[in-house]
């Protein structure tokens, strides 16, 4: 209920706001990061502070939350500024040519255009969600092993405390079947695969032999995710 409560916050904030500047994601690599603050909005106009109280958006000029994206629920977390300062962040999302907003509401003290900011995300929660999210790639593999490749991924939800997983296939799934299926998951978890990430240009990740996904738009470079030896998929999220 708090995840759907913030997603519709969030919804709300965003729709049709129209954001100029851009963000780095760094979330990769750290979940906390020093970063200055570029625009704030409130009800759907650019503000130069948001007060305690105070419900909005914040853009940082880079950040270590993930925005939602390819099912992957948006970060949660805490902007600091100083020792006064503190936006708590519900939701984090995509915005215009490169935006990432951070949805909240500002606890204690103010946030300011220009200010400097400790952005922490919240680690057990991010945690959670990427082992959601390795699993649904071990899940897709293990579809097609079991299945046949011609299963795709049709759609997907990945949040701290359950995936989903929506895929095509022509007839119903057997019972014998998910019991091959969960066991061969359930035995790549136990294995503690190594995972790995590339970036490479698109001709270069087609020849590794990664998985596209159904609804994804990709770029001239994008990301390969390599999961064991059976899984290689492009991927933005975070595992």
């Known amino acids: 209920e708090r995840a759907r409560a913030a997603s519709t916050f969030g919804q709300a904030q965003t729709g049709g706001l129209q954001i100029e500047c851009s963000s780095e994601f760094t979330g990769y690599e750290r979940l906390q990061d020093q970063c200055r603050v570029t625009a704030l909005f409130r009800d759907g106009g650019a503000v130069e502070a948001l007060n305690a109280g105070d419900e909005g958006i914040v853009v940082l000029d880079h950040t270590p939350f993930y925005a939602e994206s390819g099912g992957q629920v948006g970060d949660q977390g805490t902007l600091q500024?100083?020792?006064?300062?503190?936006?708590?962040?519900?939701?984090?999302?995509?915005?215009?040519?490169?935006?990432?907003?951070?949805?909240?509401?500002?606890?204690?003290?103010?946030?300011?255009?220009?200010?400097?900011?400790?952005?922490?995300?919240n680690s057990e929660r991010r945690a959670a969600t990427r082992l959601n999210h390795s699993a649904t790639h071990l899940l897709h593999a293990a579809l097609r092993q079991v299945l046949g490749d011609h299963v795709q991924q049709k759609g997907s939800l990945v949040?701290?405390?359950?995936?989903?997983?929506?895929?095509?296939?022509?007839?119903?799934v057997t019972p014998a079947q998910l019991q091959e299926i969960e066991t061969l998951v359930n035995n790549q978890i136990r294995g503690n695969l190594e995972t790995s990430a590339e970036v490479m240009d698109m001709e270069a990740a087609k020849n590794s032999g990664a998985i596209a996904l159904f609804g994804e738009k990709y770029g001239d470079v994008v990301r390969v995710l390599r999961i064991g030896s059976d899984s290689i998929e492009l991927c933005g999220g975070t595992h």
């Not at 915005?95 to 103010?110: D, F, K, L, N, Y």
């Open 81 to 121: 500024v100083g020792e006064a300062g503190r936006f708590e962040v519900t939701d984090t999302r995509k915005q215009g040519e490169g935006a990432i907003a951070h949805i909240g509401r500002v606890s204690a003290g103010a946030v300011s255009l220009g200010a400097e900011v400790m952005a922490q995300v």
């Open 159 to 172: 949040d701290p405390e359950r995936l989903r997983f929506d895929f095509s296939h022509f007839e119903p």
